[in-house]
């Protein structure tokens, strides 16, 4: 099966950064959108952020102007830039992947304290 390699989670304060990365092993990486969902305790799934293969974006009104995401076809890989994180950025993250058929990674935890 497709694999999702996540990496980056962790612990900081609030108004630190962190950055998540996620590899995928898929042949035809440049016809998938990737991107990062986030579940808090309690709550949904909900998008963070996504990128195309055309380098389109879309991000949570939540997250503008804090989070940043990239795309590397090469590597096929993507990095989630949170800066200025809140606790309300606190969740399990999902890594994505959307084409023909929809990936997901197994989650990292990210834990903002005040």
């Known amino acids: 099966q497709v694999h999702l390699e996540e990496s980056g989670g962790g612990s900081v304060q609030s108004g630190g950064s962190l950055r998540l990365s996620c590899s995928t092993s898929?042949?035809?990486?440049?016809?998938?959108?990737m991107g990062w969902y986030r579940q808090a305790p309690g709550g949904q799934r909900e998008l963070v952020a996504t990128?195309?293969?055309?380098?389109?974006?879309t991000y949570a009104d939540s997250v503008k102007g804090r989070f940043s995401i990239s795309r590397d076809n090469t590597k096929k890989s993507i990095t989630l830039e949170m800066n200025s994180l809140k606790p309300d950025d606190t969740a399990v993250y999902y890594c994505?992947?959307?084409?023909?058929?929809?990936?997901w990674g197994q989650g990292t935890q990210v834990t903002v304290s005040s």
């Open positions: 994505y992947l959307g084409g023909p058929y929809t990936f």
């Open positions: 898929i042949t035809i990486f440049q016809i998938y959108i």
């Open positions: 990128i195309s293969s055309h380098n389109d974006k």
